[in-house]
């Protein structure tokens, strides 16, 4: 079974501070993924990336950064959080020909 | 629009009886996945179809590429089957599964 693992599990960030998700994963996927979840919105795609050093924009990116330093380590930075960012969090990895993805435990952040 | 459309939104079960979700697409997709939220909030992939069908368990998915449409035929409904279950799905080229906007099912006594 894939492994990705999220951090922190929750947070609680003051509006316009900086905010950094992390996620890794130990299963060698190229594509990972970044989506938030909010009620009546079901998952929408943030960032997501094809390899180390790509990102790519998914349909909700404003706001939003991306970093992709090795294959295992995918990073969602909020620059200046705002209260309309809070949200739940969830990292993927797979996704590619044939590949299902797997989700971290998600990532429940609280913007004030 | 969007390109997933799933439904019910909502759905009641008493134990031991079954239903069907579906999902309907607006383009041709290539593949489709179907999730379970658990109540701990964790992601469950319970299928992956590029056609056809699949079965696991109490759970059957389909996938029809043509006609735009996937199913998760639940029979036998468990306690443990509730949660919110979501369909993704994506166009090919650029892997950028989209998902639907999900169904919560209640499986009560």
């Known amino acids: 079974e894939a492994a990705v693992t999220q951090s922190p599990r929750n947070k609680v960030a003051v509006t316009g501070g900086k905010v950094t998700l992390s996620c890794n994963q130990t299963n060698n996927h190229n594509n990972m993924y970044w989506y938030r979840q909010d009620t009546g919105h079901g998952l929408r795609l943030i960032h997501y990336?094809?390899?180390?050093?790509?990102?790519e924009k998914g349909d909700i990116p404003d706001g939003y950064k991306a970093s992709r330093p090795s294959q295992e380590n995918f990073s969602l930075i909020l620059e200046l959080a705002t209260p309309s960012q809070t949200s739940v969090y969830f990292c993927?990895?797979?996704?590619?020909?044939?590949?299902?993805?797997?989700f971290g435990h998600g990532t429940k952040l609280s913007v004030l | 629009g969007d390109q997933v459309e799933q439904s019910p939104s909502a759905l009641s079960l008493h134990e031991g009886t079954g239903s069907a979700l579906r999902c309907n697409f607006t383009t041709t997709m290539r593949a489709v996945q179907w999730f379970r939220k658990n109540s701990r909030g964790s992601l469950i992939n319970l299928f992956y179809?590029?056609?056809g069908t699949k079965e696991n368990g109490r759970l059957k998915s389909a996938f029809d590429s043509k006609e735009r449409y996937s199913t998760l035929h639940i029979r036998d409904a468990q306690l443990e089957d509730s949660g919110t279950y979501f369909c993704a799905a994506d166009s090919g080229g650029n892997y950028k599964p989209t998902f639907g906007k999900g169904t919560s099912l209640v499986v009560h006594p």
């Open positions: 993927a990895s797979g996704g590619g020909t044939g590949e299902r993805l797997f």
């Open positions: 990336s094809y390899g180390a050093g790509s990102t």
């Open positions: 179809l590029a056609s």
